[in-house]
C-alpha cells in the first residue's frame, strides 16, 4: 500500500480514511507541530546536513547539547549519536570483537547487533553451560531490551547464575524501548544492577524520538574509544539541526511520553483480555497471533503494523499505538477486538 503523505492516526489508501495502528512513531513526534518548528528553526540554523567528519578541527555545539541530553535521559556517562541505529550497533560490534573471547545471545535479536559465531544464552530453556565453567574469558551478551513478540523488558536475572570467572559485557539494543519505558522513556540502561564489568546501550532515534539517527550510550572511556574507530570518523555524523533539537524537544518528549502513558492506561481499563491478544499496559505495542483478527480489523477500517522480517518468515501482526491516538480511536480499536474474543 501507497500513501501520499506521513501515517499519522490516519492514512487514506485509494481515497478512503482508515484508523493507523502502525509505524514506530510512538511519541507521535513526525507530526507534531511544536516539534516540527523545532525542527525548522534548527535547519535554518544548522543547514540541512553537515558532511564532514566529527573528528574535523571544526567542531559544532549542537552535538554538545544533544548528546549530554542524551546521556542524562538515559543515564550513562556519556552518550554518542551516529547517523542511524543500524551503524550504532555496528560501531559497537566492531569495537567489542577486538576485546571479547566469545559472544552469547538472547532470543532472535535485531539485525543490528547480530555477529557471526555467537552462541545462545539459553539452550533448551537452561543457561549454556559454557556460562557456568570456571574458564577465565571475556564475554559480550547481546539482547533486545524488550524482545520481539514480547511486551516487557528482558529479563537478566540469569545474569547473577554466570560464573564468576567470566568478565561480561552487556549490549542492549533500546531502539523499542528508549523513549518509552521508564521515567520520561529513559529506557531500561540506568535500571539494570547486574555483576557486569560494562554495560552498553545502542538504539535507534528514529522511532520514538522522531528524528533520524542512532545512539551509542554507555561509560566515558568506552564512548571515547568509539570515536576512534575509523569507520566513526569516516562518516559524517547525526544531522546537527537534528541532534540540536533532541535537547530543545525535552519537554515535548516528556508531555507525549505521558499522553502516551495516558492512552496505554485507557485500553487498559476496557480492552478484553484474551490468550490471543499480548498487551502490557506499559508497552504501546499489542501482538496478535490471530491472522483472522488482522482481517477483521481491516474490515473495520483500521489498519494495523504487518510484516516479515525475513522472507521466509510468518508475518508479525502488531497494533501499534501512539501519543496522537485520541479516545475515539482507541474505543473504536478495543470494541473490534473485544467483540472478535466474545465469540471464542
Known sequence: MIVEKFPDRIIEIDQKRYLYFGGTAYLGLPTNHK???LVVQNILKWGTTYGSSRTANIQLSAYTSGENFLAQHIGSEKTVTVSSGMLAGKLVLEKLKKQTDCFYHLNEIHSA???ENSLPVFINK???ANLLNSKPEKITILTDGVPSFQTRPIDLSFLNEISNQKEITLVIDESHSLGIIGKNGSGIYSSIDFPVKRKILASSLGKAFGLTGGVIASDSEFIESIKEIETFTSAAGMNPAFVQTLFDAK???KTQHQKLKDNLSYID???????TILFDKNYPLIYL??????EKLKQEKIIIASF???KEAEPLNRIVVTANHLKEDLDKLVATLN???SRF
Not at 481499563?269 to 490468550?275: A, F, P, Y
Not at 497471533?289 to 488482522?294: A, D, G, P, T, Y
Open 308 to 310: 516479515r522480517y525475513t
Open 289 to 294: 497471533l490471530s491472522n483472522e483478527l488482522v
Open 251 to 253: 519537554e515535548i518528549y
Open 113 to 115: 547487533i547480530q555477529i
Open 339 to 341: 467483540d472478535f474474543n
Open 269 to 275: 481499563t476496557i480492552l478484553t483480555k484474551n490468550s
Open 126 to 128: 537452561k543457561l549454556n
Open 35 to 37: 516539534f516540527q518548528d
